[in-house]
């Protein structure tokens, strides 16, 4: 009898090594400077992962950390993300995002969206061959800025001074500013940077605006400033100022005009990386991807309301005309 049962066991733990292991649950980390899963970034990211053949709740869990505005957060929430071992972090919050990531790890792989200049700001070695744990996707190329600038000053013929919103605290910003300026002499604008460090001052840059004479806003690609898009719409309807943003949230939410990399492309792209990192892949091996889309979206009824007679080159220009 005891043969038996011993025999049996044997066979048991023959069967059970010889079966095919449990595919292992993934935890992906997501880090957002705001937002939430219902928000057009996270739904994006979720359904390209889901083209890709990952099943939320069976062959993984998102662990959603948004930092609901507030960059001070970022860091604890990285920190909660590294101690719960995800397998990888996706940091879609630009610089102050993917820094607070790079510091709470040097070992789980990390995916960042939203920043402009990752090897000036020494997040990777180099867009080919990044290196370390990091790589994403910029949200930066060389002609963007001056190319927003350029048709901003086309819908504003008349314009003599610009105004450029700022964020301070962005270390990528300043080589975007660089750029802005170098473009603005070649069109013969003079630029006022107002500086904008936190929502709070929204409204003294918006009064600095007015104070300047300055014929329009350029709001710069930044992460608060994105994730703040309707609230500075709003202030620039109030103040009939008009905008001309670097991501299409503006005009949807009633500015005049953007122009910028397709988010939903950037996105889709960082959930292949991502993929990719999770069949295997190093970071260090993956190079980090620029923007190869870009939209021009104009505000129909804004630019209406402004007495804003919008060129017919620049109509016949835009990839999407919100009326």
Not at 157 to 164: D, L, S
Not at 231 to 245: E, N, Q, T
Not at 307 to 320: E, H, K, T, Y
Request: with cysteine; net charge positive; hydrophobic share 50%.
């Amino acid at each position: 009898m005891g043969r038996t049962v011993i025999r049996g066991f044997c066979l048991a733990a023959a069967l059970a090594a010889a079966a095919p292991a449990a595919a292992q649950v993934k935890r992906i980390g997501y880090l957002a400077y705001a937002g939430s899963l219902r928000d057009a970034r996270a739904v994006t990211f979720k359904e390209t992962l889901r083209q890709l053949g990952h099943v939320e709740g069976k062959s993984y869990v998102l662990e959603f950390r948004p930092a609901e505005g507030r960059s001070e957060r970022l860091s604890a929430l990285a920190a909660e993300l590294v101690r719960m071992k995800v397998d990888v972090i996706m940091s879609d919050g630009g610089t102050p995002a993917v820094n607070a990531a790079r510091a709470a790890t040097r070992d789980i792989p990390i995916v960042f969206f939203g920043v402009a200049d990752p090897v000036g700001q020494g997040i990777v070695a180099s867009l080919a061959r990044p290196g370390g744990n990091i790589t994403g996707v910029s949200v930066q190329h060389p002609e963007t800025a001056p190319k927003s600038l350029e048709l901003f000053r086309q819908i504003l013929p008349q314009a003599r001074r610009i105004a450029v919103l700022n964020h301070p605290g962005n270390a990528s910003l300043p080589r975007v500013l660089g750029e802005v300026k170098a473009a603005a002499a070649a069109l013969s604008l003079e630029i006022d940077v107002i500086d904008a460090q936190a929502p709070e001052d929204f409204e003294k840059a918006f009064a600095a605006v007015e104070t300047s004479g300055a014929a329009g806003l350029m709001v710069l690609r930044e992460g608060m400033f994105t994730a703040q898009a309707r609230r500075l719409s709003a202030l620039a309807a109030s103040r009939r100022v008009p905008i001309m943003g670097g991501d299409a949230v503006f005009p949807e939410n009633g500015a005049l005009a953007s122009y910028g990399p397709n988010t939903p492309d950037l996105i889709r792209r960082c959930a292949v990386l991502v993929d990719r990192i999770l069949k295997g892949a190093k970071p260090a091996d993956l190079p980090v991807e620029q923007p190869q889309k870009f939209d021009l979206v104009i505000n129909a009824g804004t630019a209406k309301a402004l007495g804003i007679a919008i060129p017919a080159p620049v109509l016949l220009r835009a990839d999407r005309v919100i009326e």
